[in-house]
């Protein structure tokens, strides 16, 4: 990507911080980064650093008599292939939206003709407020794409929905702008579980396993890419938002299934969460207390919802494809093959996670795609987004979209 160029316009926020991590991942992959940092933005991150990761001189002067006698403002804008605004503000969303110029980044927006990716950041009331969620709608009705926010803890030790996108999600939407591949699922509707499920047992306890949800979201991303509109169903996790995507966050396996038929209808289901087969019976209102000389509770538990089988059986909105995983700790073909059987699903993707195989948790996975009588497919020790791009491919193919 070394003839790839970047204008990223630094806004404000706390937030400007991560635009340190997000350069120098840009900068590993050759993309050329110029940096413009607004008044309030060199309060909070140093144009010194960020002309040190970037190599580039960083700019924050509209009226600099050396650069404005060639135009420079407008060089900056239509030089770049993208121009990303991260953090942008509640004060500069409205600015764009409103066509308001009173400083370089501002002016820079107004005067490129290129790509507008922005990522806003800013407290969660801030975010939810009427005027910034008209200025959020006009951008978007301008063809300005916005990425996040995220939701968690802020700043301001508020929680909700205003945190910038971690530099992971950035670095991603980025590239995939940079360098779009094909896009042979547009127009499909896809629905993505991923995570784990928490059954509570207490208010403070639950049942879980070792899930991170990597391995669905990034099927979810690869999705995205291919031109799905992609609903992500997550139970708890704690990795970024894949870019593009609808996410609904839920805690047990009963939220989980209510969102997916909520998603419904779709073309093409990958139930890649692991749900916890069974939850207590019955859950207390208040803490179990451990009382000495008593014995431990007895825990009944009942079954889960089965949500693949469910999805596959579907009575009036089945989709066209309907893919499952099967985590198991041996005979994997044989044990993956029963349960394609068992839940009528079309695919089954089968993984080992017997302990020290890392699957769960870790980067990468070793798969067995089955889709029918005829031989499993192998991936051997990938990646987890090379599994999910490999997915798409397959699932592209079997829609008659060509390949991913």
Sequence with gaps: MSDKRVLLIVAGGIAAYKCLELVRRLRERDVRVRCVVTRAAKELVSPLALAALSGEKVHDALFSLTEEAEMGHIRLAREADLVVVAPATADILAKMANGLADDLATTLLLATDKPVLAAPA?????????????????????????????????????????????PEALLEAILARLEPGPRPLAGIRALVTSGPTWEAIDPVRYIANRSSGRQGHAIAAALARAGAEVVLVSGPVAIPDPPGVRIVRVESASEMLAACEAALPVEVAVCAAAVADWRPERVPSEKIKKEEGHAPPVLRLVENPD??????????????????FAAETGELEAKARAKRAKKGCDWILANDVSPGTGVFGGARNTVLLITGEEPARRWEDLPKEEVARRLVAAIATALGRGSA
Excluded: K
């Design 307 to 324: 949500i693949l089988a469910r999805l596959a059986r579907h009575p009036s909105a089945r989709p066209r494809l309907v893919v499952g």
């Design 122 to 166: 800013m407290n969660p009331v801030m975010w939810a407020h009427p005027a910034t969620q008209r200025n959020v709608a006009r951008l978007r009705e301008d063809g300005v794409e916005i990425l996040g926010p995220a939701e968690g803890d802020m700043a301001c030790g508020e929680h909700g929905p205003g945190r910038l996108v971690e």
